[in-house]
């Protein structure tokens, strides 16, 4: 891999560190070409420290080590993306980041969706909502919508309507995320076990 680090005067290119699992951004480090040469010797993402005028390995005092995986050059070759397995929090606060945030799993607007599902599953009494129904009608109910849904799936998938197929595979993904929330679970629980088979 082709790096520039002479784009700069000072000879460092800025090094983006990334959870390999969450796809989190935890820091942002700086390297020199010895800094790099280090992380790939190593397999544990060392800096040039710009406070320190030394090279650093990240963890070196706290045991919070960034285990590399991967190494990625930008189009312009003076930018690295860096992804890592954390050891700790990232942070020299002591936050999962840089920025204050936990390093949790996020999937996106179905994180979003179950967290809408949450809060109808807090406020159940006070919501007049579909999804508050069901948790108040109990984990039976809601399991029998999810086989209800299960089956409509079958349904659909052995005919040639694809919209429709789309439209109760949505619904089923649904009452599975409302089950999983009755059950006190949420989708990263069912992704940490595929991963633990993988």
């Not at 090094?15 to 480090?29: E, R």
């Not at 280090?38 to 919070?64: A, D, Q, Y």
């Not at 089956?151 to 089923?172: P, R």
Request: hydrophobic letters at 35%.
């Amino acid at each position: 891999m082709k790096i520039d680090f002479n784009k700069n005067d000072d000879g460092l290119v800025p090094a983006i560190i990334q959870d390999a699992s969450t796809k989190n951004v935890l820091m942002l480090g700086y390297m020199n070409e010895e800094a790099y040469t280090k992380t790939i010797e190593t397999n544990k993402v060392t800096f040039f420290s710009r406070s320190k005028n030394r090279l650093w390995t990240k963890g070196e005092e706290s045991g919070n080590f960034l285990n590399l995986v991967a190494i990625k050059n930008d189009c312009d070759q003076d930018t690295l993306l860096i992804t890592v397995n954390p050891v700790g929090p990232t942070c020299h606060k002591g936050s999962d980041t840089c920025w204050g945030e936990d390093n949790e799993q996020s999937f996106g607007f179905l994180s979003n969706l179950e967290a809408v599902i949450q809060n109808r599953k807090e406020n159940q009494d006070d919501s007049k909502s579909y999804v508050a129904s069901l948790f108040r009608k109990g984990i039976n109910k809601v399991a029998q919508k999810v086989g209800e849904e299960a089956v409509e799936v079958v349904i659909e998938a052995k005919d040639d309507n694809e919209e429709l197929f789309l439209s109760e595979s949505a619904d089923l993904l649904f009452h599975y995320l409302i089950l999983l929330q009755a059950k006190g679970y949420k989708l990263k629980d069912v992704v940490n076990v595929l991963k633990s088979r993988s």
